[in-house]
């Protein structure tokens, strides 16, 4: 019987993360994503599963602001989540976005917003009509966004960090 946990990444998690995230998705894009978000310092939530002190799963949250008349409105976004293929299945993803979840409500976060498959986000609370009035380049059904308190934005435009732009250009 394996014992699996949930803890914050710390700096000697980063090969291990490195190949979750390309072991996940295939390629290096997200593993360059992650680590260009966490050395620029958009990193707002790192978590990382293990099972029997092997890395796992992984989960990043980073700064997002909502700009709208003027002001930016500080939220995250959910990018990456992942989890090594011989583990899909076993609720490590589920897992590590509700422990992500509980310590991003008790930071005072408003609102999130993740850009994936709505039948598996929907069951997080996230919801592509809480996000389509926002302006993004992300704009469509998979664009989704949970909010946990009243006063987080409903419109705007999405300013993701910058690593987004340079990962995505490359």
């Not at 509700?98 to 408003?110: Q, Y």
């Not at 986000?121 to 704009?139: D, I, L, T, V």
């Not at 009243?150 to 993701?160: C, K, N």
């Amino acid at each position: 019987m394996s014992m699996m946990s949930i803890r914050t990444a710390t700096p000697r998690d980063r090969d291990a993360i490195r190949l979750v995230e390309e072991h996940a998705f295939g390629q290096k894009l997200e593993a360059g994503l992650v680590d260009a978000l966490v050395s620029d310092g958009d990193a707002i939530i790192e978590l990382v599963a293990e099972d029997d002190g092997q890395v796992v799963g992984h989960i990043l949250f980073s700064r997002l602001f909502v700009s709208k008349g003027g002001k930016n409105f500080p939220a995250v976004a959910l990018a990456p989540l992942a989890v090594e293929p011989a583990f899909h299945g076993a609720g490590i993803g589920g897992a590590l976005i509700r422990e992500a979840h509980l310590k991003l409500k008790a930071a005072g976060e408003k609102l999130s917003v993740v850009l994936g498959d709505p039948a598996y986000y929907g069951r997080f609370g996230y919801s592509h009509e809480r996000a389509a009035k926002f302006e993004s380049e992300y704009q469509g059904e998979a664009l989704q966004a949970l909010a946990w308190e009243e006063a987080a934005p409903e419109t705007g435009s999405l300013v993701y960090a910058s690593a987004f732009g340079s990962a995505l250009a490359a």
